[in-house]
């Protein structure tokens, strides 16, 4: 079972709910270590201050925070626990919202909520409220030493919390739009329609894998001499601009169909 992340509280109304919060995510990227390729050491940085030039123990860094006009402003852990934060230890509801009103951009990270000794029954209290309403909680909460805005939503037998990014940190991405006098036809819409109709489905995550993730793990077993060497993927060429969208299209329908009915066969 994992270790809890934080211990507090969500007040629903004037009811208190003692939780327990979990990572409902985890990364499965392959880590490297930077070494000497010579006898495969491993490289060591040392923490060297560049005005006196002194090795510092990692134990005895402390966190600065400069100014725009160059002054620095030395934090010591007590700054940080004494901080007038009410959300420290309670997740605040600010109010409930539908989640189509959330920007998908502005999520971050999943948690599990799990009841803490007597908050079962607050618990599914607000699961069940939340699943009735279809709506999810808006609510405000500090991890970390950072606080967040968050989403609390029923999802099965469980309460989940998705941490939100703050309006200030999602940027303007009109600038990536194309220009307004680029235009699709019709047809060349009605196409695109058909090619997403072939292509759709139910959405299963469990026919989804890495592939990059595989084939550097196959690599790696093929240097310790476990596995043969994999073959190498030959790059797609890349075509020359489409001129006639239609086509294309209609193409990538008919390779769309035949992939689908191998895949039928094979099932």
């Not at 007597?118 to 500090?142: C, D, H, N, Q, T």
Request: net charge negative; hydrophobic share 40%.
């Amino acid at each position: 079972m994992p270790r809890s992340t934080w211990k507090g509280a969500v007040s629903f109304g004037l009811v208190t709910i003692p939780v327990k919060l979990y990572s409902a995510t985890e990364e499965k990227d392959i880590s490297f270590r930077q070494v000497h390729p010579k006898d495969g050491g491993r490289i060591k940085y040392k923490r060297v201050c560049e005005v006196c030039g002194e090795e510092v123990p990692y134990g005895e860094i402390a966190k600065g925070f400069e100014t725009s006009d160059g002054r620095m402003v030395i934090l010591e852990s007590s700054d940080f626990n004494d901080l007038p934060l009410p959300t420290a230890k309670q997740v605040e509801i600010v109010q409930f919202v539908e989640l189509g009103e959330i920007d998908p951009a502005a999520y971050n990270k999943a948690y599990f909520l799990e009841a803490d000794g007597p908050g079962a029954k607050p618990y599914v209290l607000l699961r069940e409220g939340l699943k009735r309403s279809g709506k999810a909680a808006l609510v405000k909460v500090a991890l970390r030493s950072r606080e967040s805005l968050a989403l609390i939503r029923a999802e099965g037998d469980l309460l989940m919390m998705q941490t939100l990014l703050w309006p200030d940190e999602l940027r303007d991405g009109q600038f990536a739009a194309p220009p307004d006098d680029v235009t699709a036809s019709p047809a060349e819409v009605d196409m695109a329609g058909m090619f997403i109709d072939q292509l759709s489905a139910p959405y299963d995550p469990a026919q989804f894998t890495d592939s990059y993730r595989e084939a550097l793990e196959a690599v790696v077993a093929a240097k310790l001499g476990e596995a043969p060497a994999p073959e190498a993927v030959p790059e797609a060429e890349s075509g020359a601009d489409v001129v006639d969208l239609v086509a294309a299209l209609k193409a990538s329908v008919e390779a769309a169909k035949k992939r689908r009915e191998a895949a039928a066969k094979a099932g």
